[in-house]
Structures are given as structure tokens and as C-alpha cells.
């Protein structure tokens, strides 16, 4: 019985903060098309909050410091690296509060442009201005690199924070399941345990502007989870690459295009971008082929054997990406059942223990088939572009 009211107080607790959350951006007139995807995927999380019952993760960004507004700005900035110019005349501007996803094709710049808001590329041209106070916490793969594989995660805080108490730091450390091994050393952690102790680092710094680049990578599906509801009610300012669409779905409201070496707002929702992304590489195949019939004195035959070579190339991609949408639509039709299931109330009588177990972990291997076709279906179409380019 002790067991499952504390269960029930946590479900109880994460209801409760959804929905705060969701009346946040209800507020939003300007923001009205992504409140509504945001509601709709908050209510299919709602209905899932018992899978997420036992999760060993749970953590929570401070109250970020106060810093100016803007907090980073940059004005006709010229981006990339010494030999060549990523991106252009890059006008950009963070302020509290901004909760912004960058999307575009792999090799556009988003990277690029991270590394040069953070401060790790000096600019080409143009002005970068941080504000008073301001505090990145920066997330990306290549930092796990970085990490002191002869420092435990105790030691790792106990740096940051010399006269905090041991006690206090291994309870931070607990939310991201560090417990008996918060003292070893992270030369035998896995990449997962190294993701989250550099995710651990960065919240424990209390960022008021957070960018982080593809943070999910290493994480499973319910440390995903637990990142998605910290960033939810994160209130500083936010940037953020990823492949993962339910997180991006569920952690910003405004979206930036990376692509053709411009920065550009992107007036839209995240299946909107998809959308756009198809409808731009018809265009260009289109443009293509008019192109080609306009050119005077074309080799038809060498046309005819480049467009074979193209399909041929193109082929295994487009039938892959199908194959990706079939599985990912069967699923979506499984997990709508599963989430009609677990509406019912008598799923949770005592009588129905085992039978819930296995609708729960069903339910949690789908969801994580479709975060990985996702991001497979992402790079597939990437992939496409380059090959059109081509």
C-alpha cells in the first residue's frame, strides 16, 4: 500500500506539472498552431505516466540567474572557419525565455553555428554580443571526449562546488541514477553513463542560457524522458539540435532554418518542416528537369544514362524511407490501442498486475522502435538531398 501511493503521488505530480505546462503556452496567441501540437503530445504523455512510474531518472533545472536581455546576440555575422565561409550575414538574437529548435539538412551549419554562440569559433565577420551574467551550459557529443576518465562524478560536482556537502551532491547525483557508482572513476562507463554525467555537469551549473546538440544520442528511453520533462519546465533560455522529434516536439516553440548558408525563422511546427522539406526537393527535381530540357545541344543519351545512375542511387533510399513509414504507421495504430487500454481504470486492479507489465513494456518498446525509425527516416531524407545535389 506504501508503494502504491508513492507511486501514485508521483504519477499525481507529473499530471500536475504537464499540465502547468500546457497552460503556459495556452497563453501564447502568437505561438497558438504549436500550442496545439504541444497540447495534443502532452495529453498522449499524460495517458502514458505510468510507464514512467519507476524511472530511476529524476532532476530538475534551478532557477537560472538573471542576465540581460539579450542574453547573446549576432549582427550580419559571417560563420565557418578559416578556409571557408559557412554561414552568412547571420542576424540572431536570444533573449529570456527563447526556446528555439534548429533545424536543416546534416553539414548546413548547424554545428557551426552552436560552436560560434558558444564561443568555440571566432566569428568571419560581423558582431557576437553576450550580455551581463550570461551562463551556457553547452551539451554535445564531442564533449564526452572531454570528460576527466580519472574523476568520479563526485569529484566532478565537488570541483564545480567545493563547499556543498558530500551528502547534498550524491543526492543531485541520484537523479541521474548515480548512486553506488557516483565514486568510480568513468574510464568503464558506458557512452549512456557519460551522457548523463555530462548532462549532470550542466545542470548543476544552472545555465540561464542552455544549448545542447543532440543530447538524447547516448540516452535511453527513459532518460529521454526525464530530459524532456526538465527541459519542459526549464525557464532560461534555450537552443537545441536534434534528430529526436518527440523531444523537439515537446521542448521548443519557435524553429530556425539552417540551410544555403542563411539562418532564416521558420513560421511552422516540426511536420510543417517535413512537409516543406519534400515539397522544396520536388521543386528542385522539377527545376532540374526543366533545366536540362532547355539547354541546347544535350546528349540525350548521356542525360538518359545520368537519370538511370540517379534512380539507381536514389533507389534503395526511397524504399527504405517506405518501409521506415509503413513500420512507424503500424505502430502508431498499436500505441493508440495501448493508450485506449490504459485509460481504463480497471487495468490497474491488482488482478490485472501482470497483464498491465506487459501493456507498459510493449508500449515502451514501440515508442523507442519509433524514436529510432524516426531518426532514421530524418537521416534518410538528408541523405536524399545529398544525393540530388549530387
Known amino acids: 500500500m506504501a508503494q502504491q501511493q508513492a507511486n501514485y503521488e508521483k504519477q499525481q505530480t507529473e499530471r500536475a506539472h504537464l499540465q502547468k505546462y ?17 497540447i495534443k503530445a502532452l495529453a498522449r504523455m499524460e495517458n502514458i505516466a505510468p510507464a514512467h512510474i519507476d524511472s530511476p531518472f529524476h532532476f530538475s533545472f534551478s532557477q537560472p540567474p538573471k542576465a540581460s536581455n539579450p542574453l547573446l546576440y549576432l549582427e550580419d555575422a559571417n560563420l565557418g572557419y578559416s578556409d571557408k565561409e559557412i554561414l552568412t550575414q547571420v542576424n540572431m538574437s536570444i533573449v529570456p525565455g527563447s526556446r528555439i529548435g534548429l533545424l536543416g539538412p546534416n553539414g548546413a551549419g548547424k554545428s557551426t553555428l552552436i560552436k560560434t554562440l558558444v564561443g568555440d569559433l571566432a566569428l568571419q565577420g560581423g558582431i557576437r554580443h553576450a550580455g551581463d551574467n550570461l551562463q551556457i551550459g553547452y551539451f554535445a557529443q564531442h564533449q564526452l571526449e572531454a570528460l576527466d ?79 524532456t520533462m526538465a527541459l519542459q519546465s526549464f525557464s532560461g533560455a534555450m537552443i537545441l539540435v536534434s534528430h529526436d522529434r518527440h523531444l523537439l516536439r515537446n521542448s521548443v516553440d519557435e524553429f530556425l532554418s539552417v540551410a544555403e548558408e542563411k539562418v532564416q525563422n521558420f513560421d511552422g511546427d516540426l511536420d510543417e518542416y517535413q512537409h516543406w522539406v519534400l515539397k522544396s526537393k520536388r521543386e528542385n527535381n522539377t527545376s532540374r ?18 537519370a538511370a545512375e540517379l534512380r539507381r542511387q536514389l533507389k534503395p533510399v526511397t524504399k527504405k524511407i517506405s518501409k521506415i513509414e509503413a513500420t512507424i504507421a503500424d505502430n502508431e495504430k498499436e500505441l493508440n490501442a495501448i493508450e485506449a487500454m490504459l485509460l481504463d481504470t480497471n487495468i490497474y486492479d491488482d488482478t490485472n498486475k501482470k497483464k498491465l507489465q506487459e501493456i507498459l513494456q510493449k508500449q515502451g518498446m514501440l515508442q523507442q522502435q519509433n524514436k529510432t525509425l524516426e531518426e532514421q527516416w530524418m537521416q534518410l531524407h538528408e541523405e536524399l538531398e545529398r544525393l540530388e545535389k549530387n
Not at 297 to 305: A, F, L
Request: proline content about 5%; aromatic content about 6%.
Open 289 to 306: 528537369i526543366d533545366q536540362n530540357t532547355n539547354t541546347p545541344k544535350v546528349d540525350r543519351k548521356e542525360q538518359r544514362r545520368l
Open 22 to 38: 500546457i497552460d503556459r503556452f495556452k497563453a501564447k496567441a502568437t505561438k497558438a498552431k504549436q500550442a496545439q501540437s504541444r
Open 149 to 227: 576518465l580519472t574523476a568520479s562524478p563526485m569529484t566532478h560536482i565537488q570541483r564545480l562546488s567545493p563547499a556543498t556537502s558530500e551528502q547534498a551532491i550524491r543526492n543531485f547525483l541520484g537523479g541521474f541514477n548515480f548512486h553506488d557508482n557516483a565514486t568510480e572513476t568513468p574510464k568503464n562507463f558506458s557512452g549512456g553513463e557519460k551522457a548523463r554525467l555530462e548532462l549532470a555537469i550542466v545542470v548543476w551549473e544552472k545555465p540561464n542560457l542552455l544549448i545542447m546538440d543532440e543530447p538524447t544520442n547516448h540516452l535511453d528511453l527513459e532518460m529521454c524522458h526525464a530530459l
